[in-house]
């Protein structure tokens, strides 16, 4: 499956962005879709995911703030990002794995989100 994520851009803090993962290729109904985000020097870090049933599933620092949701007849998953922090600057990307898999296998390119304080 090819992903191509977009929304990023630059926002004040306390502000929000939607971004948008939209899928081709493959069968996006049955994926388990995740964001993660990365800052130069950093790990990866996961941020959410959502499964085929819509079981969501969020990391600590961004629970209540950010809501992962995919729109299936779209093949598309989408990450409402509100209340922005200065920490949450980052490259954020999307992947996809099969529900039986532990690994992320596909990965979309990453867009850039700046919080200015």
């Known amino acids: 499956v090819q992903l191509q994520a977009s929304g990023g851009g630059l926002v004040q803090a306390g502000g929000s962005l939607r971004l948008s993962c939209a899928a081709s290729g493959g069968t996006f109904s049955r994926y388990v879709m995740g964001w993660f985000r990365q800052t130069p020097g950093k790990e990866r870090e996961f941020v959410a995911s959502i499964t085929w049933s819509n079981m969501r599933y969020y990391a600590d620092s961004v629970k209540g703030r950010f809501t992962i949701s995919r729109d299936n007849a779209k093949n598309t998953v989408y990450l409402q990002m509100n209340s922005l922090k200065p920490d949450d600057t980052a490259a954020y990307y999307c992947?996809?794995?099969?529900?039986?898999?532990?690994?992320?296998?596909?990965w979309g390119q990453g867009t850039l989100v700046t919080v200015s304080s």
């Open positions: 992947a996809s794995r099969g529900s039986g898999e532990s690994e992320y296998r596909s």
